[in-house]
């Protein structure tokens, strides 16, 4: 099967979704000092990205658990990863994870400031003006309280 051929085939499939990734976020100060399981994060939550049509950063939903099964890594080495992320400006939370009225949790809402938002025709890239010892702020996930 001709190379033509199977890109034609992956096009049309389900299989088919990729992300980019950009040189010029690649090749940050900020992307070299991540470790290595907050970039395979970072690219795991760039595939929940709808695309310019149908945006939905600043929406963008993945907890932990899922994280950790996508990566293959624990609920706590993905967690790391998130705040790594937040702290070098790639993510940042629009909406924090709480409990809802029925009990119900609802995730972390993240911005990819790479890609723009709705309604903004470009994206913050807060990561191209990180400095080492200059960390952006984390929100980590609210907890659950203990039942007693």
């Known amino acids: 099967m001709s190379t033509a051929k199977r890109g034609k085939d992956l096009k049309g499939s389900k299989d088919g979704k990729f992300t980019k990734i950009i040189l010029q976020t690649i090749n940050t100060n900020a ?4 470790p290595t399981k907050s970039q395979s994060l970072y690219m795991w939550l760039k595939l929940e990205w709808k695309g310019d049509k ?10 932990c658990r899922q994280a950790a099964n996508k990566m293959g890594v624990s609920i706590n080495t993905a967690a790391s990863a ?10 940042v939370v629009t909406r924090t994870s709480f ?18 938002l709705p309604t903004e025709a470009q994206g913050r890239h807060l990561y191209a003006r990180w ?8 929100i980590s996930p609210v907890k659950p309280k203990p039942r007693r």
Do not use: C, M
Not at 54 to 63: D, F, R, T
Not at 108 to 114: A, P
Not at 131 to 138: M, N, R, V
């Open 99 to 116: 409990l809802g009225v029925e009990g119900e949790a609802r995730l972390q809402y993240y911005e990819i400031t790479e890609l723009p």
């Open 54 to 63: 149908y945006n939905n950063n600043g929406k963008i939903a993945l907890s």
């Open 31 to 34: 992307w070299r000092d991540l």
């Open 82 to 91: 998130f705040r790594e992320l937040q702290a070098k400006g790639f993510i």
């Open 131 to 138: 400095a080492p010892g200059h960390d952006y702020p984390i």
